[in-house]
């Protein structure tokens, strides 16, 4: 824990944020920062929900502890609507309280004695939970990276995929596409590289596709749409963005029968084992929720939201390219990446929310990749974001 940096980088942010405030207390601050939903759960789920909480207060409704593993319907359900024809089976699915509750167990299956690649940038729990397990070394403050730690250096040289022919092997590569800050999808023709730089080097895939239902082109939603990948990748996936459920708690890992440790151990097997020791099972009333955004009115609730976002990224990316700005990201993603050639990101941060009360958060935060970048949230009220985009408008006009 000492050779964490001194707060996780939302903390900091919501930290600066306040201190803003303090400062300038009338300030209408518009947040586009930390990736939290803002419109409702829709009501066929809610009621879903609702529904399955009364039935608690009666006899014949009440249930205690459930499988650790989730309820068998649920998990079937995601076989049925997420992995259909891939060869993934409702045993294979483990339902938690989150994608991100699940970096942090299959970082406990991996344990201390492992090397980690992840691209740069990236979400930060991959790096900060590997910290916490011990297995990186000190921080580097000059090069802004922690000892034993592969950063695979993704931008819009690279197509914001990595030279893999540069990267040394590790065990375990944390790979998320489409990409948390970046918003970039990979291809099909990526994934396939990626499949084999892991096979080839006997690495474990973590695989986040918590953004998955985002993408609007023919980028794959799962790595398991991938020949071979059940052999060497484990996938994440959350119902936080498609439903908002970020405060819900409501997720998965996919966990292959066929993904083997290197002595021919199932590795669902271990994960089955700490999943049961460290957690009790997602609350049953949020599974009651997953059950009914995987029915076909669910599903459209679903689109309908993400669909919502969608729009919100339209307009922050017309505001930005108007400005004569470089964007990335957006088409299959919540975010808009936006770059400041030269300048610091936390600059940048600091200008936008000093002079337009507007939260964005620093490319940094997510890597030394990030630098000179601003990650720009769609996640808001529509008039926020117009809002928002009239007081970027008049910042860099």
Known sequence: MAKLQAGYLFPEIARRRAAHLLKYPDAKIISLGIGDTTEPIPDVITNAMGERAHALSTIDGYSGYGAEQGEKKL?????????????IEDSDIFVSDGAKCDISRLQVLFGSNVTIAVQDPS??????????????????????KYGNIEYMRCNPENGFFPDLSTVPRTDIIFFCSPNNPTGAAASRDQLTRLVKFAKDNGSIIVYDSAYAMYISDDSPKSIFEIP?????????????????????RLGWTVVPKELLFSDGHPVAKDFNRIVCTCFNGASNIAQAGGLACLSPEGLKA??????????????????FTSLGFNVYGAKNAPYVWVHFPGRNSWDVFAEILEKANVVTTPGSGFGPGGEGFVRVSAF???????????RLKQLYK
């Open 75 to 87: 998990r079937s359900a995601i076989a049925a609507t997420y992995y259909a024809d891939l060869g």
């Open 123 to 144: 979400y930060p729990a991959y790096v900060d939970s590997s910290v916490i397990m011990g297995q990186t070394g000190l921080y580097q403050q000059d090069v802004q």
């Open 228 to 248: 071979g990948a059940k052999e060497v990748a484990v996938e994440t996936a959350s119902f936080s963005k498609y439903a908002g459920f970020t405060g819900v």
């Open 302 to 319: 679903m689109h309908d939201v993400v669909g919502f976002y969608k729009e919100n990224t339209e307009i922050i990316v017309d505001t």
């Open 380 to 390: 808001g009220h529509r008039d926020n974001i117009i809002e928002a985009a009239r």
